[in-house]
């Protein structure tokens, strides 16, 4: 099984000689580190860097230097800077070979889902749906599952749209898996992941693992809101106390004064 970093090692075997790439946030980023020597690459940021190198040194750290994702980086000799609409020009005038982003989920006709969970707050969509409308060459860096366990390579996204029918590869921590005409396509397997366990859905394996863990996340809220409801009991009653205390104290000091 890969790790973050294996997944990055794996993709820069995709970057050719000669390509203007684009990385999105995430594992993406990592792929400039691992990029062969021998070749000559240029990577793009949509906030208006072309010749990004590979995550600085601790202690040599630029904050001026920044990629769309806010993360230090260095810069490679002959580097330039510009403007979003620059950027932004040369993305959607087709002139990035290959883009590399993360996802939340993929569907096998090739759609992308990464830029919003319904419910959850969002700065938007941010430069994701000019990449995958305009590159024609995409490649997902991922992990096969969510955190429930579910395989985030679907039949359909559930989740809205990034871009329809654009991503042509998958890298997960499990496999490389290569999007065509008939769905999915099995490409590599990582070290130590048996094929069994890529040729059963794994949405279907971690079913009730998923359903055990609505449950428990059900009971868990339920104790906690009657916890809550406990606590807020106890609180007013010794509200209601100190208060009685301090009005008897006045009443009786009152009498007193009277007498």
């Not at 390579?153 to 890298?171: E, M, R, Y």
């Not at 807020?232 to 006045?250: C, G, H, P, Q, T």
Request: overall charge positive.
């Amino acid at each position: 099984m890969l790790d973050k970093t294996g997944i990055a090692k794996r993709i820069a075997k995709e970057v050719k000689n000669g390509y203007y790439v684009n990385l999105g946030i995430g594992i993406p980023t990592l792929v400039a580190n691992y990029v062969r020597n021998d070749i000559e690459v240029e990577f793009q940021s949509e906030n208006g860097v072309l010749g990004m190198g590979p995550f600085p040194f601790e202690g040599e750290e630029d904050a001026d230097i920044i990629n769309a994702g806010k993360q230090t980086i260095t810069t490679l000799p002959g580097a330039s800077f510009f403007d979003s609409a620059m950027s932004f020009s040369m993305i959607r005038g087709k002139h990035v070979h290959l883009t590399i982003l993360g996802a939340m989920e993929v569907a096998e006709n090739g759609d992308i889902a990464n830029w919003k969970i319904p419910g959850y707050m969002v700065k938007g969509m941010g430069g994701a749906m000019d990449l995958v409308a305009s590159a024609e060459n995409i490649i997902v860096a991922m992990m096969h599952t969510n955190k429930a366990g579910e395989s985030k390579l679907l039949k359909k996204c559930s989740l809205p749209l990034t871009g329809v029918g654009c991503v042509k590869k998958i890298v997960t921590n499990l496999a490389v898996i290569e999007v065509t005409d008939k769905g999915f396509k099995l490409l590599e397997r990582a070290p130590g992941i048996p094929l069994k366990k890529l040729s059963k859905p794994l949405k279907e394996i971690s079913l009730l693992k998923g359903l055990f863990q609505k449950w428990i996340f059900r009971f868990v809220n339920k104790f906690c809101n009657k916890l809550k409801y406990i606590v807020f009991r106890r609180f007013i009653m010794i509200f209601n106390l100190f208060f009685e205390k301090i009005f008897y104290f006045y009443k009786t000091k009152s009498i007193k004064t009277n007498k």
